[in-house]
């Protein structure tokens, strides 16, 4: 014979409680199985990047930071005032100044990084845009009679492994513009958190304006500028108004064109594009 029992909330949080059930969010351990040609690739990025800085060339950690709707809406983390920031209710975009895309670029050598805000949409164009300002106003000052360049990249986003674009424009803006020698190394799938930008530039920005409503794009910029850290990291915010398109295409048959050559190691991830002399800017 079955009995019913009646038992109220106390008692059964007692019971919970004991046999150690506390209400608990999901943890995130599993990664899946790495890529199996993760080790090899890291080992070249480090073998390329302490080429470059041994022989005084410029290496970049580059990448897209979260996207942010910048307008008077509540920013995650707390912040010590006497009154909390009064925000909107609902992160509606329509309700937004507008979006930013901010875009960083980590000199490794000097612990220096430039982030250009965008306010368009994150693209190949847009990164390398961004690349081709860093070597216009800082490359000269930092890296003077530099020949070579060297890129960390994730393997997707603005700066995807397998853009022909994203190569293209590398050629076109960089390579050739600047007469550099420019060789990129992508991250393997699932490994973009040991980009250095991630930790050594993202991380601190989050933390600088952590609490803070981004209620317009000079607030944004701010920020970024402020953020420093006791190791020395200095930061430049920029703000770009150029305008980008998704969904630009180009055939595989560019790649003839280029003046590219694929890693032995891993060349998926990894290739170098060298000026063609015949566009070298005079």
């Known amino acids: 014979m079955e009995y019913a029992m009646q038992v109220s909330l106390p008692v059964i949080s007692r019971l919970l409680k004991a046999h150690d059930y506390r209400l608990r969010v999901n943890h995130k351990v599993f990664q899946g199985e790495g890529h199996p040609e993760r080790d090899r690739q890291f080992a070249h990025i480090r073998g390329q990047r302490q080429e470059h800085l041994s022989d005084g060339q410029p290496c970049l950690s580059v990448d897209t930071k979260k996207k942010e709707l910048v307008g008077n809406f509540k920013n995650a983390g707390q912040v010590w005032c006497q009154e909390a920031e009064t925000v909107n209710?609902?992160?509606?975009?329509?309700?937004?100044?507008?979006?930013?895309?901010?875009?960083?670029?980590?000199?490794?050598?000097?612990?220096?990084?430039?982030?250009?805000?965008?306010?368009?949409?994150?693209?190949?164009?847009?990164?390398?845009?961004?690349?081709?300002r860093w070597c216009l106003s800082e490359l000269p000052e930092r890296f003077p009679g530099a020949k070579r360049l060297f890129i960390e990249a994730d393997g997707g986003g603005a700066n995807p492994s397998r853009s022909i674009l994203f190569k293209k424009l590398i050629q076109e803006r960089v390579a050739d513009v600047f007469d550099l020698t420019v060789t990129v190394c992508h991250y393997p799938p699932c490994a973009s958190k040991w980009n250095p930008i991630e930790h050594r530039l993202f991380s601190e920005i989050s933390k600088t304006w952590q609490g803070c409503p981004l209620r317009s794009f000079d607030l944004v910029l701010h920020y970024i500028n402020d953020t420093k850290t006791q190791t020395g990291l200095s930061v430049q915010a920029h703000l770009v108004q150029a305008v980008y398109q998704k969904g630009v295409k180009v055939a595989k048959t560019v790649l003839n064109t280029l003046n590219i050559q694929f890693h032995d190691t891993c060349p998926q991830w990894n290739y170098t594009i060298s000026p063609r002399p015949q566009t070298i800017a005079t």
């Open 89 to 132: 209710v609902y992160d509606f975009p329509s309700q937004a100044v507008g979006r930013a895309v901010p875009y960083g670029i980590y000199d490794l050598a000097h612990n220096q990084a430039d982030v250009y805000v965008g306010q368009s949409l994150d693209t190949a164009e847009f990164a390398v845009d961004n690349l081709a």
